[in-house]
Nanobody, 122 residues
Framework: QVQLVESGGGLVQAGGSLKLSCAAS?????MGWFRQAPGKEREFVAA????????NYAFAVKGRFTISRDNAKNTVYLQMNSLKPEDTAVYYC??????????????????WGQGTQVTATS
């Protein structure tokens, strides 16, 4: 069993930045971030491979968000710049314990965090 603890969410004006962190209690392989806005389905945001060499981004965030990981700390990060009101959502960290690649498929992930709220105001 792997527990994921997220931090770093909050309220920011449009154009601002936030950095999310997700600490895992055990070894993980691929890790990712998803988000869910009110009334909408959960959607893929970004993913990083087990080695950290490969990343994958949703079109809506490409060029603004950066995913990274520190395997020594079992932690993945999401740096979010130039935030827009449409980025407002609950952000969830996800971890796989067997899939290596930077996958956008939620079914590849075995564990999920509790979610952290990100709100960007206009």
């Amino acid at each position: 069993q792997v527990q994921l603890v997220e931090s770093g969410g909050g309220l920011v004006q449009a154009g601002g930045s936030l950095k999310l962190s997700c600490a895992a209690s055990g070894r993980t392989t691929a890790m990712g971030w998803f988000r869910q806005a009110p009334g909408k389905e959960r959607e893929f945001v970004a993913a990083i491979s087990a080695s950290g060499d490969n990343t994958n981004y949703a079109f809506a965030v490409k060029g603004r968000f950066t995913i990274s990981r520190d395997n020594a700390k079992n932690t993945v990060y999401l740096q979010m710049n130039s935030l827009k009101p449409e980025d407002t959502a609950v952000y969830y960290c996800a971890a796989s314990i067997n899939y290596q690649g930077a996958t956008s498929s939620w079914s590849r992930y075995n564990y999920w965090g509790q979610g952290t709220q990100v709100t960007a105001t206009s």
